[in-house]
């Protein structure tokens, strides 16, 4: 006897509102939920595969800043000091936070795992929003290709494994601006309600503040944008005071908190500019005596030369950079004109409030597209930091040919990824009229030269794990040796060790920090430099560090164990205690 249908089965008419097809799939508009889904899906299915690739080949701790980075988070709760002032006076603490609840487990702070998690929910977010802000400009198929170009970049996807800050700055660049093009609309629509956006806007300013020093100046940027879009229209801005308010002190909040962070912890508000780990300080001790500053130095045009070039390499493969920027800026160009011709036809509107012209009709967005500008803050940025902040940026590409802080140029790749793409979208619409074919097969083109591009960067190396894999060679053999050596010693005995520089050697070997007497507690570090041998029962001295000092000036009752010296490397010299007794 056949079984009746369910009486619960949903109507097909109810079905088919659910799910019907978007009648006007070309239209220039916000993105939906249904067509998020499967840029999220992918982007996590990409992320996933780039993690297996770089867990199979070992990449994910070649960069010493993931390292230490791995190590800040780490020492926050193992060390024989714990607490906020671990978080150190340059590094901002963002991605040290979000490390904390994966860097608890011992045997992820090992492997990199707990850096790896993090940035790869970033590369996603990053992703989504993305392609939000790109539907914000774009048809469907347009923002597609942007949205391919950025999310598959070899040099993004790698980075997503590792414990850099690059994947969550990027976020948060995109979501600032996405939400800042939004909340201007609404100011332009005269909507009433505009708190929430104010607030979330704030908080992801303080967040770009908390990561990377270029976040002050987009928050700073973003907070003046908001501002005179409201002080235009007194009735929004008494309504929004409280959360304009909010969103106000939520954004000095940031930079004051941290500046009275390095004046308690360092006695200095601006030991993060000047102190000894400062990029000024880490520049004067890695030149050599009598050596010229980089390249660059007090020179706005070198460094546009380098900031630009590190970014074409970072973004395309082969020498395709010059056709991605020259295409970008020629986008640029077009945002620019584009919102311009808008606000001229606006400004000629009738006394019945019709505006004279199509323009108004045929273009879905008004001034509100400058917005996407904030995405070339990061160019002014590297540009003043490399002429006037000691930040210099090697690629193999430009004299002196060497890698160094080659992953900075990833920050202008949603730029060259959205504005590429607007400008081949306006080829397109001028090329329907006389070459429709040519304008048919102009995105399917796009499409498959990025995917080569992927493909081709991948095969030759992608210029940041290039870099990471060269200035690798030499440090990690160098901590596995150590690691070796500490593998052997007593368990749970104190080594006095200055981990700042190889904090992965204790990484490799599964030490917890705590074990460790080291320069992130000032009384018990200096009161073993003082008696070595009475404090400690090993004593690792690399180098010249300050344990090295410590052992030529106090070397009774040290027997001397092993020399570890390897290419490249200062050697350590590991001693052993011949009077310590356990406290």
Same mark, same amino acid.
């Given at each position: 006897m056949a079984r009746p249908k369910s009486s619960t089965s949903k109507p097909a008419s109810y079905r088919s509102s659910r799910y019907k097809p978007d009648p006007f799939p070309n239209l220039i508009r916000p993105a939906t939920r249904e067509e998020t889904m499967p840029v999220a899906l992918a982007a996590t299915v990409l992320a996933f595969v780039a993690l297996l690739v770089c867990v199979s080949k070992g990449y994910l701790l070649l960069y010493g800043d993931a390292v230490a980075h791995l190590g800040i988070a780490r020492r926050i709760i193992d060390t024989r000091n714990p607490g906020l002032e671990q978080f150190g006076g340059v590094w901002l603490p963002l991605p040290h936070l979000v490390m904390l609840p994966f860097v608890q487990r011992i045997d992820w702070w090992q492997n990199g795992l707990a850096g790896a998690f993090p940035s790869m929910l970033f590369y996603m977010l990053g992703v989504v929003g993305f392609y939000r802000l790109c539907r914000r400009l774009l048809v469907p198929r347009w923002a597609f290709a942007a949205t391919c170009f950025y999310a598959l970049n070899p040099n993004l996807l790698y980075l997503a494994t590792t414990a850099m800050t690059e994947p969550l700055f990027l976020a948060l660049l995109i979501w600032m601006t996405l939400l800042t093009l939004e909340t201007v609309a609404a100011i332009r629509a005269k909507q009433a309600k505009l708190g929430g956006k104010l607030i979330v806007i704030g908080l992801l300013i303080l967040?770009?503040?908390?990561?990377?020093?270029?976040?002050?100046?987009?928050?700073?940027?973003?907070?003046?944008?908001?501002?005179?879009?409201?002080?235009?229209?007194?009735?929004?801005?008494?309504?929004?005071?409280g959360a304009f308010a909010l969103f106000t002190l939520i954004t000095i909040f940031g930079p004051i908190s941290w500046l009275v962070f390095n004046a308690h912890y360092f006695h200095d508000p601006l030991d993060f500019m000047r102190g000894p780990y400062s990029a000024y300080a880490i520049d004067l001790r890695t030149k050599a005596p009598g050596a010229q500053h980089h390249r660059g130095w007090h020179n706005p045009g070198w460094s546009l030369l380098f900031y630009t070039r590190t970014a074409q390499v970072d973004s395309t493969a082969w020498e395709f950079g010059f056709v991605t920027m020259t295409a970008a800026l020629a986008g640029l160009v077009l945002v620019v004109r584009r919102a311009a011709a808008f606000m001229r036809e606006a400004a000629m509107v009738t006394r019945d409030g019709a505006l004279h012209g199509l323009l108004g009709e045929s273009q879905p967005?008004?001034?509100?597209?400058?917005?996407?500008?904030?995405?070339?803050?990061?160019?002014?940025?590297?540009?003043?930091?490399?002429?006037?902040?000691?930040?210099?940026?090697?690629?193999?590409?430009?004299?002196?040919?060497?890698?160094?802080?080659?992953?900075?140029?990833?920050?202008?790749?949603?730029?060259?990824?959205?504005?590429?793409?607007?400008?081949?979208?306006?080829?397109?619409?001028?090329?329907?009229?006389?070459?429709?074919?040519?304008?048919?097969?102009?995105?399917?083109?796009?499409?498959?030269?990025?995917?080569?591009?992927?493909?081709?960067?991948?095969?030759?190396?992608?210029?940041?794990?290039?870099?990471?894999?060269?200035?690798?060679?030499?440090?990690?053999?160098?901590?596995?040796?150590?690691?070796? =050596?500490?593998?052997?010693?007593?368990?749970?005995?104190?080594?006095?060790?200055? =981990?700042?520089?190889?904090?992965?050697?204790?990484?490799?070997?599964?030490?917890?920090?705590?074990?460790?007497?080291?320069?992130?507690?000032?009384?018990?570090?200096?009161?073993?430099?003082?008696?070595?041998?009475?404090?400690?029962?090993?004593?690792?001295?690399?180098?010249?560090?300050?344990?090295?000092?410590?052992?030529?000036?106090?070397?009774?009752?040290?027997?001397?164990?092993?020399?570890?010296?390897?290419?490249?490397?200062?050697?350590?010299?590991?001693?052993?205690?011949?009077?310590?007794?356990?406290?």
């Open positions: 967040a770009a503040v908390y990561t990377r020093y270029d976040g002050w100046i987009l928050g700073a940027v973003v907070w003046l944008i908001l501002t005179w879009q409201l002080s235009r229209d007194r009735d929004l801005l008494r309504r929004n005071m967005y008004g001034r509100e597209v400058l917005m996407t500008l904030l995405l070339w803050l990061p160019l002014p940025f590297y540009m003043y930091s490399i002429s006037w902040g000691s930040v210099p940026i090697f690629i193999p590409n430009l004299w002196p040919h060497a890698y160094y802080n080659s992953r900075y140029g990833m920050e202008l790749l949603p730029a060259l990824a959205l504005f590429s793409v607007f400008a081949l979208a306006a080829l397109e619409a001028r090329l329907t009229a006389t070459k429709p074919l040519v304008a048919r097969l102009l995105q399917p083109i796009t499409l498959a030269l990025v995917a080569v591009s992927a493909v081709v960067m991948t095969y030759k190396v992608p210029l940041v794990l290039a870099e990471a894999l060269n200035n690798s060679k030499t440090r990690i053999p160098f901590e596995e040796s150590i690691a070796r =050596e500490l593998g052997t010693f007593q368990a749970g005995v104190p080594i006095l060790m200055y =981990e700042s520089d190889h904090v992965g050697a204790l990484q490799m070997a599964k030490i917890p920090l705590k074990q460790t007497i080291n320069e992130t507690d000032y009384d018990s570090f200096h009161a073993a430099l003082a008696s070595p041998a009475q404090h400690a029962a090993y004593v690792v001295a690399i180098g010249d560090d300050q344990v090295a000092k410590a052992v030529a000036e106090h070397p009774e009752n040290l027997n001397e164990l092993v020399v570890l010296c390897t290419y490249g490397q200062s050697c350590a010299r590991v001693y052993q205690s011949e009077i310590y007794k356990p406290q």
